[in-house]
T-cell receptor, first 113, second 111 residues
């Protein structure tokens, strides 16, 4: 019974393609996030959604578009993939507000050829 | 930028207590101290958090100094599976997201 699950686990594709990463959480949380971990292992927040509404959008290119069809899902669509997009992308979720901890998925390893 | 300072790496003998320090000298009154860890090839895992009192759970203990400018995460009996990068993060109460991860401490537990 995985709490936060991401698919696919690995994604290898060519420059210029469009791809999506899916995330689902079964914890009943209201808030979901996308983080990016680059080759230097720095983990940075990209987006945050609360009850399907965008609340955080860090400086991320417009090619990245998160979509939240319901509270349990936050998908990440990436257009026109570039070499610099190669990274591990982590989805996370938490209870709404206050100081609740975030629960992370195991990541999607995206490699751009 | 991360508001915490941690040693780059530490070693610990299996079965011993691992004490991981963190400096957060600019912490403000409404900011909590969180600890996460990332085992190789996995997502970050929440360990513990606290405001000013010491905290303990099934994974670890968190000791926060009285002036709140530093803290120590204690793994009482480290095992090989505790080898990971440990992140100390400060986060304001009520903030939506914005966990700012620094470089963390690479803890190596050795047999």
């Amino acid at each position: 019974d995985t709490a936060v699950s991401q698919t696919p686990k690995y994604l290898v594709t060519q420059m210029g393609n469009d791809k999506s990463i899916k995330c689902e959480q079964n914890l009943g949380h209201d808030t979901m996030y996308w983080y990016k971990q680059d080759s230097k292992k720095f983990l940075k927040i990209m987006f945050s959604y609360n009850n399907k509404e965008l609340i955080i959008n860090e400086t991320v290119p417009n090619r990245f578009s998160p979509k939240s069809p319901d509270k349990a899902h936050l998908n990440l669509h990436i257009n026109s993939l570039e070499l610099g997009d190669s990274a591990v992308y982590f989805c996370a979720s938490s209870q709404d507000n206050v100081n609740q901890p975030q629960h992370f998925g195991d990541g999607t390893r995206l490699s751009i050829l | 930028d991360a508001k915490t300072t941690q040693p780059t790496s530490m070693d610990c003998a299996e079965g011993r207590a691992a004490n991981l320090p963190c400096n957060h000298s600019t912490i403000s009154g409404n900011e909590y101290v969180y600890w996460y860890r990332q085992i190789h090839s996995q997502g970050p895992q929440y360990i513990i958090h606290g405001l000013k009192n010491n905290e303990t759970n099934e994974m670890a203990s968190l000791i926060i100094t009285e002036d709140r400018k530093s803290s120590t995460l204690i793994l009482p009996h480290a095992t090989l599976r505790d080898t990971a990068v440990y992140y100390c993060i400060v986060r304001a109460r009520g903030s939506q997201g914005n966990l700012i991860f620094g470089k963390g401490t690479k803890l190596s537990v050795k047999p």
